[in-house]
């Protein structure tokens, strides 16, 4: 019997086949778990985004008005009321996000002349008519006046 001093072509094919399919799988896997630290750090970022707005209704500055008439894409219906009832919903990009903040209180809500309860609900979603990322509701924020 004579010794073999090399690899025939089918074994050195079939090496290849194996390699290339371990290194399509590991490159497969390096792209989902890129994809999901990516969508964990969106989610992340919503959720900051998300929990700012429960408690500031004039995020960075903007203002929430009708129309938005001072262009800094953040427009808002509603007013705030010591004495009533009052919603106040505001919509605009914010941190890269499409954000939909709603703030009501209902008369039996007030405390004291310049203090009062209301439910504060915010949504986060990826863009104007994306997919929801982020959610929060504070069902008690106490607003109060300045000394």
Do not use: H
Request: some cysteine; overall charge neutral.
């Amino acid at each position: 019997m004579i010794p073999r001093a090399a690899f025939t072509l089918i074994e050195t094919l079939a090496v290849l086949l194996i390699l290339s399919l371990a290194i399509g799988s590991a490159i497969a896997v390096l792209r989902m778990a890129t994809r999901l630290a990516d969508e964990g750090l969106a989610r992340t970022s919503a959720s900051v985004t998300a929990q700012i707005l429960l408690v500031d209704a004039n995020p960075c500055g903007l203002t929430p008005d009708i129309n938005d008439t001072d262009g800094d894409g953040w427009r808002g219906t509603g007013a705030f009321s010591w004495t009533g009832a009052y919603t106040m919903v505001s919509s605009g990009m914010i941190n890269g996000y499409w954000a939909i903040r709603t703030e009501t209180s209902q008369a039996g809500d007030i405390i004291a002349p310049a203090m009062r309860k209301a439910v504060v609900e915010v949504e986060v979603f990826l863009g104007l008519g994306g997919r929801r990322v982020a959610w929060a509701k504070e069902p008690a924020l106490i607003r109060q006046a300045a000394p």
